[in-house]
């Protein structure tokens, strides 16, 4: 089970608390440091000092760190033009030596788009099948050759499809509980499907019809991983658990109930119920950013629990 550490500045950090926690991850031994793409807080928290953008972030972390995967959950992508993202995404990979991964969403929180004057189209999920088909296939487009697309909201003519990304591939993620069309996309597209903040019952559903869709696509459904982003709140003890509970504004028992919360046996034990289910990677949704003792904690004795059975 891969552990990967996923962030939401946007509720408040800026880069050099992000840098810290980037960091951390890396030196913990966990598999990849994940940021959220918003641009506006959301809930009671203050977002102070204010957002920063995804992909600026992440060139910044490509430089400084040297082992961790780096990624979106997901790229909103109401934000940039599929052309421009991939030559976003394809630059960041070349300065990470080729450790990018790359999340795209259709963008949803429409309050962040009127604070700061993005469109927010009616039709995004048509806009998100072609971003896909533009952004892979500018990648895949052979060095010295062009790239054409003539669609309903995107047209790309003569395009030399530069730059490459360092990797080959650059791994694709999709994700989302849509019953139909979001299989039916990442069965085309993804390298790997992600569900946020779903029970284990809705999680099981939605891999099955990822899975189907593979095979309906002519697919093999074993070729996309599988995975889950969930909160972490572990403590040593019930006093730690709750006062990492307070600190994010939550409950303990609804956290134990929709996350990953409570000791660290407790945890791994739900870790496994999920591994049982097809998920071989597991998000987790980090709220306290200053607390990096809770990180080294789930090193310590969940990672560790799951890396030795």
Known sequence: M???????PQQGADYDTLLAVAKATEALGFDAFFRSDHYLRMGSADGLPGPTDA????????RETSRIRLGTLMTAGTFRLPGVLAIQVAQVDQMSGGRIELGLGAGWFEDEHKAYGIPF??????????QLAIVTGLWATETGKTFNHDGTYYQLTDSPALPKPAQAKVPVLIGGHGAVRTPRLAA????EFNIPFASLADSER?????RAAAQTAGRSPDDLVYSNALVVCVGKNDAEVARRAAAIGREVEELKANGLAGSPAEVVEKIGAYEAIGSSRIYLQV?????LDHLELISSQVQSQLNGA
Not at 55 to 62: E, P
Not at 188 to 191: E, H, S, V
Not at 287 to 291: A, G, I, Q, S, V
């Open 121 to 130: 189209p009616k039709e995004k999920s048509a806009r998100l099948e072609e």
């Open 2 to 8: 891969d552990l990967r550490i996923f962030t939401e």
């Open 206 to 210: 939605q891999f099955g019809r990822v």
């Open 287 to 291: 709220l306290d950013l200053d607390d």
């Open 55 to 62: 992909w600026i972030t992440l060139a910044g972390l490509a």
């Open 188 to 191: 085309r597209y993804a390298d």
